[in-house]
């Protein structure tokens, strides 16, 4: 289950038992961080309430570059909108125009 407002401990691979990040996730429990070196990161949750949780993330699948930046294969979609997503929203600003264009003739209609 996600924990709202957890303070979340963060632990490299290089040194497994030092803290190099301390924050609080979001509401809905999410919370994220860019990797500086390769390796398997030890994440762990306290929501205060005595409840904890810790993950391993990574395992390998980071990739990190010159730039000290890191991602995840297939991790989203790259700050893009997937095509139908696209459409849909493309389609409803479309008929938010004609509609909103339709309302403001019929009103000088009236007039």
Known sequence: EPMAYAKIHLYPPSKPDTEVLQAISAWNGYFSF????AGDW?????DGMGHKG?????SGQWTVDSG???SMP???TGGKIPLPL???LGLSLLA??????YFISQRRKQK
């Open 34 to 37: 860019v990797p500086d070196e």
């Open 42 to 46: 030890r994440v762990t949750a306290e």
């Open 54 to 58: 810790e993950i391993i993330v990574g």
């Open 68 to 70: 000290s930046s890191g």
């Open 74 to 76: 297939n991790s989203g």
């Open 86 to 88: 696209s459409a849909v």
């Open 96 to 101: 938010n125009i004609f509609t909103t264009l």
